[in-house]
């Protein structure tokens, strides 16, 4: 804890990127990175003039280049900075563009938050109005150094129905509250299941969790994301569902939490 504290940046901002906004998840495959991918789609779609950039900082687990569709090594500028690559109109910059997939990396304490300092720093992220940083899951050490070391315009929590009424959620909020970083809501995801039949919604996990949690913390929930094989599928694809399926409700969610942020 302490080698982490003395490696601790400084809060910095970053070169010609004006909003950065924080995707966090008490624990892994609730949907942060999916939420992350549709949400930067959503708020490019909403505004077309705004440019949005997607650092994944999952580095134990890096999904944005699948969820991307996008493969390849950065190259270098002339100033040594490396270029995010790019697709659906979206910058992004993962540790899986820079390691094999398959190799497994041993991160240890200093390594992760020097790695996730070069992707965000060694990048030629400018200009950018939107930075949406997909977080490691959790609350530990370097979830918190990444809150510290960015001046973030807020931080919003990815969980599921099952998960929300318990400590995952408050344990996220109270340490971005920590680090002065203001929770904008929370994204309920895999909320309802809405019947490919008959249409019908259904909460299968109920909804008293959300709004307990809202009612006793005043946290926002900014959007509920039906659970949908077409969510999981078309991100397998590399097509999110906001750029595959523009007019569908689930994009429509998304497009809402869009405008909230
Ligand atoms: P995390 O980033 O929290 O680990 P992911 O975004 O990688 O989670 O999602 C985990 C898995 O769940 C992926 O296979 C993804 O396609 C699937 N998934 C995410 N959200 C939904 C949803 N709303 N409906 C169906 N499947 C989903």
Known sequence: RQMMAKGLPKQRPIEGVKNIICVASGKGGVGKSTTTVNLALAIAAEDPK??????????????????????????????????????????????????DETSAIVWRGLMVMSAIEKLLRQVNWAPLDWLLVDMPPGTGDVQLSIAQSLPLKGAILVTTPQ?????????????????????LGVVENMSVFVCP???????????????KLSRETGIEILGEVP???RVCELSDAGQPIVVAEPNSSQTAVFKSIARKV
């Open 50 to 99: 705004s440019k949005v950039g997607i650092l994944d900082a999952d580095i134990y687990g890096p999904s944005i280049p699948k969820l991307m569709n996008l493969s390849g090594e950065p190259e270098l500028s002339a100033d040594n900075k490396m270029e995010p690559l790019v697709n659906y109109g979206v910058k992004c910059m993962s540790m899986g563009f820079l390691v």
């Open 227 to 229: 659970l949908d094989g």
């Open 163 to 183: 998960d929300i009424a318990l400590a995952d959620v408050r344990r996220g909020a109270t340490m971005f509250q920590k680090v002065h970083v203001p929770v």
């Open 197 to 211: 039949n008959c249409g019908t919604s259904h909460h299968i996990f109920g909804q008293k969790g959300a709004q």
